[in-house]
C-alpha cells in the first residue's frame, strides 16, 4: 500500500512536538533544582517555607533534606529534630542545618550551621553528660530536653562550633511549647567547642537555671594558647537569658578562692591562670589588688617571654587594659574579701579575709 502524499510529514511533524515538550518539562525540572538548591552558603534560604521535604514514606520518621545528607536525629518530647550537612561536603567543612519538626513533621525551627567534612560540630547540651557532652560507652541514655525557666515547657540548648583554630562556640536556647518553639537567648564567643565553655548551674538553688560563660581574652602575654577566663552568668529574666553578671557577686569570689587554692599548686602555675586571677579581682572591683598580685608574681615568666620574643612592659600593658575593660561588681554582702599576697616557692601566698 502506497501511503499517502503527505502523510510522512504528519509524523514527523508530531515527533518535533514530542521532543519540544520533553526539552520544556526537563528545562522546567532543572530550573526548579536550581531555584530549590542554591549553591552557596550566602544564597541559602532564610525561613522555614524554603524547605523542600521529601517523606521518607513511613510516618514518625525524620523528612529528608534535598541537597542534604542527614547526620543525627533527636526526639526532643512531642518533637522531633536532625542535623544535616550540604552534600557533597568540602574537605573541610560544608554549610549544615539544624531542623526542628512537629509532630506532622512541619519545620518549626531552623538554625543555618557550619559542619565539618568528617565529623558534626553542631550538637546539643546532654543533661545526663560530662560538660553537657555524652559520655561513650555511658549506659544512661542522653537526656537533651530540660526545663530551665520553671516552666512545664523542655528547653533545649544547641551549641554550634564556628570552624578553625581558637574559635568559638554559640549556644542558642530554645523552649518546647506546646504550640510553638521560641527562642530564649543567645551567648555568643564561647571558648572551643560545644560546650568546653558553658556550664549549666542552679546557682541560687531556685526553680530557674544559669549559664556560665567562659570567655577567652588573648594578652601579648601568653598568645592564645593560655588566654585569660573571663567569666558571665546568664539568668532568665522577663522571658530571656540575659547577661546578669552583675548581680552574682558571691559566685565569682567563690571561683576566686577556687583559683587561689589551685594557684598553691606548682604544676597549676600558668600565665594564664595568673591572668584569669587578675581579671577575677577586676570583676570583684579589686583591680588594684589585681594588678599587684599579677606584679608580684610575673617575674617567674620572664624567661619564657624573653624566649618567644615578648616585651614585659607590653604584657602588663595589656592586661591592664584587660583589667579596665572588665567592669567591676559590687559585692552583694555586707562583707568585703580582701586578699593579701607574698612571694612564694610555689607561687604567691595568699590568705582571704572577711571583715
Known amino acids: 500500500m502506497v501511503p499517502r502524499k503527505g502523510e510522512g510529514e504528519m509524523h514527523k511533524g508530531e515527533n518535533v512536538i514530542s521532543f519540544a515538550l520533553a526539552v520544556v518539562v526537563v528545562l522546567t525540572f532543572v530550573a526548579i533544582q536550581r531555584q530549590w538548591n542554591p549553591a552557596s552558603l550566602k544564597d541559602m534560604a532564610s525561613s522555614a517555607e524554603d524547605f523542600i521535604l521529601t517523606s521518607t514514606g513511613i510516618r514518625g520518621q525524620v523528612p529528608d533534606l534535598v541537597g542534604y545528607e542527614r547526620l543525627k536525629t533527636y526526639r526532643l518530647e512531642s518533637y522531633r529534630a536532625a542535623l544535616y550537612r550540604r552534600s557533597p561536603a568540602s574537605l573541610v567543612f560544608a ?15 531552623k538554625l543555618e550551621t557550619l559542619e565539618g567534612s ?74 572551643g567547642l560545644p560546650f568546653e565553655g558553658l556550664e549549666i548551674r542552679n546557682i ?25 577566663d573571663v567569666l558571665s552568668i546568664y539568668a532568665f529574666i522577663d522571658g ?4 546578669n553578671t552583675n548581680q552574682y557577686a558571691d559566685y565569682l569570689a567563690g571561683i576566686l578562692h577556687q583559683n587561689l587554692a589551685k594557684w598553691h599548686q606548682e604544676k597549676s602555675l600558668s600565665l594564664g591562670l595568673l591572668q584569669t586571677l587578675a581579671g577575677q579581682f577586676a570583676q570583684l572591683s ?12 610575673f617575674n617567674r615568666f620572664l624567661p619564657s617571654l624573653q624566649q618567644r620574643g615578648v616585651d614585659p612592659n607590653v604584657c602588663l600593658d ?28 610555689a607561687g604567691s601566698s595568699k590568705t582571704v579575709n572577711s571583715r
Not at 554549610?95 to 518549626?108: H, K
Not at 526553680?207 to 592564645?224: D, F, I, L, M, N
Request: proline fraction near 6%; hydrophobic fraction near 30%.
Open 286 to 297: 579589686q583591680k588594684d589588688e589585681g594588678k599587684r598580685f599579677f606584679a608580684m608574681n
Open 204 to 228: 541560687h538553688k531556685e526553680k530557674t537555671w544559669e549559664c556560665v560563660a567562659h570567655r577567652p581574652y588573648t594578652t601579648s602575654c601568653a598568645g592564645q594558647g593560655e588566654p585569660a
Open 240 to 243: 530571656h537569658y540575659v547577661d
Open 118 to 191: 568528617r565529623d558534626s560540630w553542631t550538637t546539643l547540651y546532654d543533661f545526663n553528660g560530662r560538660h553537657g557532652l555524652s559520655l561513650p560507652g555511658s549506659r544512661s541514655r542522653p537526656e537533651y530536653t530540660k526545663s530551665l525557666t520553671g516552666s512545664a515547657a523542655p528547653d533545649v540548648v544547641i551549641g554550634q562550633y564556628s570552624g578553625g583554630d581558637h574559635c568559638c562556640t554559640v549556644a542558642t536556647i530554645i523552649e518546647l511549647g506546646s504550640e510553638a518553639v521560641a527562642v530564649l537567648g543567645r551567648i555568643e564567643g564561647l571558648d
Open 318 to 345: 595589656d592586661l591592664e587594659t584587660l583589667m579596665d575593660r572588665l567592669p567591676g561588681v559590687q559585692p552583694a554582702t555586707s562583707q568585703q574579701s580582701t586578699v593579701e599576697s607574698r612571694p612564694s616557692d
Open 95 to 109: 554549610p549544615g542545618r539544624f531542623v526542628v519538626y512537629n509532630r506532622d513533621d512541619q519545620p518549626v525551627f
